[in-house]
């Protein structure tokens, strides 16, 4: 109704995740700087946690269009109360495998087969499982163990973990995930928005549809929005959803607090506001936090600033590592590879064309050819991960570069 109106293309506001309304604040920048980190790496598990509605699902939405299918096959699983066994075949379900028996050792041999086949056609597999909190201890333990999987020395797939911030807690306290825990290369807390940055939440999403000033909006909502909110997008959809109703109805072009102030009076009356308004029901706002893997949370009071410059020190420390690493792999095979290819030409100068030494000789073609078949599939998944670290330093860049890290860290 308030699109006609106002004469927008589409709904602004819905509380479907869409990747296409992806706004990127200080907290989701920060957060899509780990994940490219995480999954340049090719292994492990990636955990990024938020409060309901913080824009988890819109992130990695955003991040997957980025990414060609292929060179990666993405599946996601969105979990209730799932057991060990019940999780293999959500997994088995979720990468479009048939399952003959329904048992879980027919579903553990159909994804290992599965990863194997993509491996060799050079595309790496990631495994997306929301509302991670739902899991039981049986069920990160099995997807632990389904990051064993390997072709030669190389993981076949790789586990992003989103949950709500009890998750975190779940991970960190359970002695049963120690050995999870150690395979965690990443970790995000998607905090709220601050307050300077609903006014361009909110125009961003309506630029998106066509916007053109028409409604404008008083000065003074966008700050009431987030103190209404706790500056978590999915309630500020709620709230100017219903302002922009309002204005439809009202016929009004302009957005002002009292409409905003009307808006939360019926939240109230309808028992509703606890939906949008963390103040309403008695919450502390939303923490902001970032904690790199390996690190324990810090205490924010004493350290004020909690170091935007340091996380961006440490990120591109971690990046510096893994070209490093990608160096070393290349290098490591191109010495396999050319040992190999000497072996066979001195085995066939050096020896009687007998069947002995012919049989010799064929094989290592044959080891060379496999070395080659691995070097094309490890090529590829180098650049792949090239790309992702020279996105995400790029970002970081950019992010120091516009001055908010020095701001931070000043």
Same mark, same amino acid.
């Given at each position: 109704m308030f699109d006609e109106f106002y004469g927008l293309e589409g709904r602004p506001f819905q509380l479907t995740p869409d990747p296409a309304f992806y706004f990127e604040s200080h907290t989701h920048r920060k957060a899509l700087s780990y994940l490219g980190y995480g999954l340049a790496q090719g292994e492990g598990f990636v955990v990024i946690t938020g409060e309901v509605g913080a824009g988890k699902s819109t992130l990695v939405a955003h991040l997957m269009a980025t990414i060609d299918p292929a060179r990666m096959t993405a599946a996601q699983v969105?979990?209730?109360?799932?057991?060990?066994? #019940?999780?293999?075949?959500?997994?088995?379900?979720?990468?479009?495998?048939?399952?003959?028996?329904?048992?879980?050792?027919?579903?553990?041999?159909?994804? #290992?087969?599965?990863?194997?086949?993509?491996?060799?056609?050079?595309?790496r597999c990631l495994l997306i499982v929301d509302e991670a909190q739902n899991l039981s201890i049986a069920a990160l333990e099995e997807l632990r163990m389904l990051s064993n999987f390997q072709l030669g020395s190389h993981p076949l797939l790789q586990t992003l973990l989103l949950g709500q911030p009890e998750f975190r807690d779940i991970l960190l306290e359970s002695e049963e995930l120690e050995q999870l825990r150690q395979r965690v290369i990443a970790t995000h807390h998607l905090a709220a928005m601050q307050p300077d940055e609903v006014q361009a939440y909110i125009e961003h999403r309506l630029k998106c549809v066509g916007w053109t000033g028409n409604p404008g909006f008083a000065d003074e909502v966008f700050g009431e929005i987030y103190e209404a909110t706790g500056g978590i997008p999915?309630?500020?959809?709620?709230?100017?959803s219903r302002l922009l109703l309002l204005g439809a109805v009202d016929q009004r072009t302009r957005i002002d607090g009292?409409?905003?102030?009307?808006?939360?009076?019926?939240?109230?009356?309808?028992?509703?506001?606890?939906?949008?308004?963390?103040?309403?029901?008695?919450?502390?706002?939303?923490?902001?936090?970032?904690?790199?893997?390996?690190? #324990?949370?810090?205490?924010?009071?004493?350290?004020?600033?909690?170091?935007?410059?340091?996380?961006?020190?440490?990120?591109?420390a971690l990046i510096e590592s893994a070209l490093a690493d990608r160096d070393s792999q290349i290098t490591e095979l191109q010495q396999a590879v050319l040992e190999l290819a000497m072996a066979a030409e001195r085995r066939s100068e050096e020896h009687a064309p007998d069947s002995a030494s012919g049989e010799l000789v064929a094989s290592l073609q044959a080891q060379l050819a496999v070395a080659d078949e691995r070097a094309a599939v490890l090529e590829a998944r180098l650049d792949e991960q090239e790309r992702l670290l020279r996105h995400t330093l790029t970002m970081l860049i950019e992010w120091i570069e516009s001055g908010e890290g020095q701001r931070r860290a000043a």
């Open positions: 969105v979990t209730s109360a799932l057991d060990g066994e #019940e999780i293999v075949h959500v997994v088995a379900q979720a990468f479009g495998l048939p399952v003959a028996g329904h048992d879980k050792a027919s579903a553990l041999g159909a994804i #290992e087969g599965f990863l194997h086949e993509e491996a060799r056609a050079g595309r999915r309630r500020i959809n709620q709230i100017v009292e409409m905003l102030t009307q808006i939360l009076g019926e939240l109230n009356d309808d028992g509703a506001i606890s939906l949008v308004s963390p103040a309403r029901r008695g919450q502390e706002p939303d923490r902001p936090a970032i904690e790199p893997s390996g690190c #324990e949370p810090e205490d924010h009071a004493a350290s004020p600033v909690r170091d935007d410059a340091i996380d961006a020190v440490q990120a591109l």
